[in-house]
């Protein structure tokens, strides 16, 4: 098993910038990817970022150019660093770790994002 806990959450004006962090506990070698997904009101929830193991990082067009993640595997820890926000990044935001091959996916509560305009 693999716990996740996310923070970082917060109201935020449409410019500004947050950065998320999920911290992981528990079997995280049994993992091969960490990303952050989102959820609007309304509308299913959607690949934000993600990272692998090997340090291949993938993003969803949208936030490509505003958005990084990252990890610092020494803390178990991956980070979203959110710049230039824009009302439409409002969404709840769930840490996801997982390792497809052996269908693991583990989830956090999420953390919510709201940005004003």
């Known amino acids: 098993q693999v716990q996740l806990v996310e923070s970082g959450g917060g109201l935020v004006q449409a410019g500004g910038s947050l950065r998320l962090s999920c911290a992981a506990s528990?079997?995280?070698?049994?993992?091969?990817?960490m990303g952050w997904y989102r959820q609007a009101p309304g509308k299913q929830r959607e690949l934000v970022a993600a990272?692998?193991?090997?340090?291949?990082?993938k993003y969803v067009d949208s936030v490509k150019g505003r958005f990084t993640i990252s990890r610092d595997n020494a803390k178990n820890t991956v980070y979203l660093q959110m710049n230039s926000l824009k009302a439409e990044d409002t969404a709840v935001y769930y840490c996801?770790?997982?390792?497809?091959?052996?269908?693991?996916?583990?989830w956090g509560k999420g953390t919510l994002v709201t940005v004003s305009s």
């Open positions: 996801n770790a997982a390792h497809p091959l052996y269908g693991l996916d583990y």
């Open positions: 528990g079997s995280i070698g049994s993992i091969n990817a």
């Open positions: 990272k692998t193991n090997s340090g291949s990082t």
